[in-house]
């Protein structure tokens, strides 16, 4: 990843036309988050902990899920379809008007909507801008941000190699990259390479580094808190977030003019100029800290959605990390429900996509152990007619999605094979559950009619009984998975769909695990739940 997006920004904010020139954005009072996993979910907890403190927030966040103004948010909620129009003719008229100047430069999709984010929350006048890195953080162009008041890091992963880099290390780089001279940074708990380079980037950067504690460690005052994204591994994002509230508002309140003395004193002692860790204090948990928590609410992270004989577990998890504890949550969840079908028969089903540089094989190998009875794959694609351009993705060709649904289908069937034919037993106990044994043959649905293919059908062999398919577009693959069931599911009359396996026929309630892109699960909730946007 190279410097082109960060200087890019620069360039393009730094225009005399626009009102929120590079000054205008050093007066926001910023909280900048970094980090592989749980960015945007660390962000959200930020948000709500401060609105329920009573202070006035923008949260920028990527991507979005059902529409493009969800990235910008005042208050927790999106900008009105009115007001971002007007944000938006008013921040692209100037930089249209001034682009003869500067060579006919435009800014692209990403670069626009960052800067139309700052010249919002300086127009809307909030105390705190919330702002979620893109990809990586030392290039990215929200690192724009010169002066914030906290930085954050969350869990790191390998994800967006061809950017960052292939090794924890590299990505760590990048990560850290947002690191500011005298500014606090909190991390979560990272592998140990991961760390080594966050101290040294710490050090090198004169950046005071705290690690975050554990949640349970924290003074609740005897009060129980559920928090409002569920998942055992929300402890760490939520714990992250209240550090990184405490510095803003111990900032905001204290008006704090020499932060090297401060943070020095905070460290108890020291240069405080980096390059060591120290643990983060464990705060007493207030009230409304708590209800901000609680109150919490991020689609698409480990999410329910009930239908009829149906229930969709929708997550985007899209790194091997990731997918492990949507792993381990699904089948928690699913177990759960299975014992309150009072013995009739269910099925599990997978619907999964993948994009960008990630290796299916690390990411499909994570939801072998939830024993699936079915495995459908389509690409992000919502429907035939394309009527939705806030979730089409015009950098990738529709052949080009398509072929890499079909790499993943050919995956998992070779995963899916090996794993039972080396964990017979498991399975065994696991149709014991949800007995379906009677796979045949069926016809997938991805313009592909050959039926010797055996990535397009089911394998007849005892070793792989799972009927697989594959679907054009996600409104087609919600059809099949619902049987035709489900109300808010519509598809073209003339529009021949496979006819659904026996597991499918005959069960009593299906459980789809809907992972792997929150593009896809951003279609699919833009199906079932389209007031989301609102959220």
Known sequence: MKSEDFCCCYFFSSRPSLVNAVDDIDDLRVIHVSGTK?????CAFVESILRSLGYRTGFYSSPH???VRERIRINGRPLSCTDFTRYFWHNYGLLDASKSEHGGAMPTYFRFLTIMAFHVFIQEKVDVAIIEVGIGGQYDCTNIVRNPIVCGVTSLGIDHTGMLGDTLDKIAW????IFKPNVPAVSVHQPKDGMEVLKDRAKEISCPLFLAPN?????????????GIPGVHQQLNASLALQLCHFWIKDHKLGIVDRQKFYRDWRGGGDGDGGSVVKGRCLTVSAAMAAGLHKCVWPARSQKLSGPGITYYLDGAHTAESLQLCADWFNVETSKEAKSTSGN??????????TGDRKPESLLRCLLSCHFDCAIFCPNILNRSKENSDLMNLTVTEKSQTQRCEENRRIWFQLHSEYSQTNASSLNVSRSLHPFQDHKKFNGSLNLDKSDDPFILSSNRETSLMPIFAFN?????LFFVSRGQDPRIKVPSDLGISTPPPCLQVAHHAQVL????????GGILSILDPTVCES
């Open 473 to 477: 577009t996600i409104l087609e693959s």
């Open 65 to 67: 899920l059902v529409e």
């Open 514 to 521: 809907c992972v792997g892109s929150l593009h896809l699960v």
């Open 38 to 42: 749980g960015k945007g979910s660390t």
């Open 215 to 227: 949640l349970d460690a924290y003074d609740w005052k005897s009060r129980c808190v559920e928090l």
């Open 345 to 354: 028969p269910f099925v599990r089903v997978l619907l999964f996509n993948m």
């Open 174 to 177: 990048h990560k850290a990259g």
